[in-house]
């Protein structure tokens, strides 16, 4: 028992020498870095990316101010060469175009106008890019000074650029208008030709209006049914040219009411309006021979009031059952009120306005009527008179002048764009200036 307690006594130290060893030895070793910070520790430094360089933004390639010409002064026009940079890859979407007055210091912006790469021009009507801008609040002969300024989308902007001093005065002629001048003056010469033709017995032909050639009829139905005829010269004034022209073939019908001795009723929603009339009708009675016969109760005023006005002429139309109606002027909303009611009264209709809106009612409920045209030739188809039918002949011919350029402008512009053809691009575009009206 003895030799076996000292045999696993001395087991048991050693295993203790030895355990204690090997603690020893751990202890004693060198702790081993992770792989990751060795790596980290032996890898070059990192090199930082390089910052990009901005180029800065080209301005204006030239500013020109100069007085804007061919006006009645106040204006000034600054003309922009637009930048490079309208193409580049951060592209200039505006110019900023500032002001100062008599020195060129303490700039104050007046406007902002789009680049031109992004404006919708023809490049056939320019001759070169240009980006323009007009200052209409200049005193004439004061100094100015205008810069322009390169802007792009996110704000950025160039340096500015400055035009040469400029001041504003006004022109005694506006060249720009000249082709209005040169058609003002073919037409005129056509309308003293055409009068001085009919004078010397020359008959123009005029195409017959149904509406025209009813007059007399009307007129002697009224007088064989002893009943009065009514005249609506519209509800607008005298300054308005369709009730010109309604006063104007009032004077005709009223001298042949006159011959026939029947009664006339024309009421009348403007004061004016009445007083051309009562002097028209009097002028119209004496030129019949029955001055006598004129009463200035035949043209009366009822109300400015549009509908006021209408349910007064209703009235007269129910009480006084006018066999022959006419209805010739300017009309808005009235219009089938007071066709209605004349169809109504079994009365003949003759109506003529120059309002689109209008006519489809007129046309529905009246026996004829004169559309747009046709009551501004009344006057000269009624009267015979050669001032009248040859300023008629001399206008037809300008309207047909311009609808000969209308046709071949747009000839040649299809054929332009068609075919890329340089010839068709001047006749396009002469046509186009010729009849453009400048501001």
């Known amino acids: 028992m003895t030799r076996r307690c000292l045999?696993?006594?001395?087991?048991?130290?050693?295993?203790?020498?030895?355990?204690?060893?090997?603690?020893?030895?751990?202890?004693?070793?060198?702790e081993t870095p992770p792989l990751d910070s060795a790596v980290a520790t032996d890898a070059p430094d990192e090199v930082a990316a390089p910052v990009p360089v901005v180029p800065p933004l080209a301005p204006p390639?030239?500013?020109?101010?100069?007085?804007?010409?061919?006006?009645a002064g106040g204006s000034i026009v600054v003309k922009i060469t637009p930048s490079p940079d309208e193409y580049a890859a951060v592209p200039v979407v505006s110019y900023i175009v500032e002001r100062a007055v008599c020195e060129p210091k303490g700039f104050q912006e007046i406007g902002l106008v789009m680049a031109f790469a992004l404006?919708?021009?023809?490049?056939?009507?320019?001759?070169?890019?240009?980006?323009?801008?007009?200052?209409?609040?200049?005193?004439?002969?004061?100094?100015?000074?205008?810069?322009?300024?390169?802007?792009?989308?996110?704000?950025?902007?160039?340096?500015?650029?400055?035009?040469?001093?400029?001041?504003?005065?006004?022109?005694?002629?506006?060249?720009?208008?000249?082709?209005?001048?040169?058609?003002?003056?073919?037409?005129?010469?056509?309308?003293?030709?055409?009068?001085?033709?009919?004078?010397?017995?020359?008959?123009?032909?005029?195409?017959?209006?149904?509406?025209?050639?009813?007059?007399?009829?009307?007129?002697?139905?009224?007088?064989?049914?002893?009943?009065?005829?009514?005249?609506?010269?519209?509800?607008?004034?005298?300054?308005?040219?369709?009730?010109?022209?309604?006063?104007?073939?009032?004077?005709?019908?009223a001298r042949t009411i006159a011959e026939y001795d029947t009664r006339l009723m024309v009421p009348n929603c403007r004061s004016l309006v009445m007083t051309t009339a009562r002097e028209t009708v009097k002028e119209a009675y004496a030129a019949a021979g029955r001055p006598d016969a004129y009463s200035d109760d035949m043209i009366t005023y009822l109300t400015d009031e549009q509908f006021g006005y209408v349910a007064g002429v209703n009235g007269i139309m129910v009480r006084e059952k006018p066999a022959t109606c006419f209805y010739l002027g300017a009309f808005f909303a009235e219009s089938l009120i007071l066709a209605e009611t004349g169809n109504s009264i079994g009365a003949i209709q003759i109506a003529g306005t120059a309002m689109p809106s209008q006519l489809p009612f007129f046309i529905a409920a009246c026996d004829y009527t004169l559309i747009g045209e046709e009551l501004f030739a009344a006057s000269a188809y009624l009267s015979q008179e050669p001032k009248q039918l040859g300023s008629l002949k001399g206008q037809d011919l300008g309207k047909a002048i311009a609808m000969l350029f209308i046709v071949g402008g747009g000839i040649a512009k299809t054929v332009a764009v068609l075919s890329e053809n340089e010839g068709a691009w001047k006749v396009a575009e002469f046509i186009h200036n010729l009849f453009k009206v400048a501001n």
Do not use: C, H
């Not at 048991?12 to 355990?19: K, P």
């Not at 390639?61 to 006006?71: G, I, L, Q, R, T």
């Open 7 to 30: 045999v696993f006594g001395t087991l048991w130290l050693m295993v203790m020498l030895t355990t204690a060893g090997a603690w020893a030895a751990d202890d004693a070793a060198p």
């Open 61 to 71: 390639v030239e500013v020109v101010a100069a007085d804007n010409p061919s006006d």
């Open 119 to 253: 404006q919708s021009v023809d490049e056939k009507g320019r001759n070169e890019p240009m980006v323009r801008v007009v200052d209409a609040d200049t005193i004439d002969g004061t100094d100015y000074f205008y810069r322009a300024v390169a802007v792009t989308a996110s704000g950025r902007r160039s340096v500015a650029v400055n035009a040469p001093l400029a001041q504003s005065s006004a022109q005694w002629f506006a060249i720009n208008k000249l082709n209005m001048l040169l058609l003002a003056a073919i037409i005129s010469a056509a309308i003293i030709f055409f009068i001085e033709a009919i004078r010397r017995g020359k008959k123009p032909y005029i195409r017959k209006i149904a509406g025209l050639e009813a007059v007399d009829e009307a007129i002697g139905r009224a007088t064989e049914m002893g009943r009065p005829i009514l005249f609506i010269p519209g509800i607008n004034d005298m300054n308005d040219v369709q009730t010109v022209s309604s006063i104007i073939i009032l004077g005709r019908i």
